[in-house]
């Protein structure tokens, strides 16, 4: 049976904005709700290594090497930046059918992938975080483990596609006025380039 103080943390985590919020927001805000739920299922995927990570023990490593941490760090921060000036570089100036037909599921959902790849802040995430709620007395804690992951994913699917799907659905009352798709695309770009800044310069 899982474990209520699990389940009520996890979603407190996922609830919290972070990067894969703002980039699935964005896309259903402009893509539409079939490609938040791209980039819903892509920032989940992202998460795959980091538990993989976690569960052979390679976060033990990150952990104990300021070398590797840091650039896995720089390395997000520089993709975080570069998506930020994107959405900068393009606000206000997309058509909206066009940018539909030309964006891809498979690219939406590699871009979200990218983002949680270069988060090594997750991996620290799930070694400190999952290994409170193993049991003691279990017989298998690497597959207690997997179990609680696998459900922490679920929830980070369905909080995202959540996001997604009503930023679609007040996209259109958005993009009446091509002033606020423009304020709304530069206040996401300036978002993730605080996030950016903020992975940059923190501390383990």
């Known amino acids: ?4 103080e699990f389940l009520l943390t ?10 894969g919020v703002v980039y699935t927001i964005n896309t259903g805000l402009t893509l539409k709700w079939r490609a938040s739920l791209a980039a819903a299922v892509g920032c989940t995927l992202g998460i795959v290594p980091h ?39 393009e606000a206000g100036t997309l058509d909206m059918d ?17 983002i949680n790849l270069l988060n090594p802040k997750l991996t620290l995430f799930f070694f400190a975080f999952l290994p409170l ?13 997997i179990s609680l992951s696998l459900v922490f ?9 959540l996001y997604g799907i009503l930023a679609s659905g007040v996209s259109s009352y ?3 006025s091509s002033k606020v798709v423009k304020r709304v ?8 380039a605080a996030f950016a800044v903020k992975l940059a310069l923190s501390e383990k």
């Open 1 to 4: 049976m899982l474990n209520p």
């Open 10 to 19: 996890s979603l407190v985590v996922v609830l919290m904005p972070g990067t």
């Open 51 to 89: 538990i993989l990570a976690s569960v052979l023990g390679l976060s033990a490593l990150l952990n104990m090497s300021a070398h590797i941490f840091s650039v896995l760090k720089i390395a997000g921060s520089v993709y975080l930046l570069y998506l930020a000036w994107q959405m900068w570089r």
């Open 98 to 114: 066009q940018k539909r037909t030309e964006t891809s599921a498979i690219q939406i959902a590699l871009k979200a992938i990218a």
């Open 133 to 145: 709620f193993i049991s003691k007395n279990s017989s298998s804690p690497t597959l207690e483990m």
């Open 153 to 161: 994913m679920g929830l980070t699917f369905i909080i995202f596609a």
């Open 174 to 176: 958005l993009f009446n």
């Open 185 to 192: 695309q530069q206040a996401f770009a300036v978002i993730l």
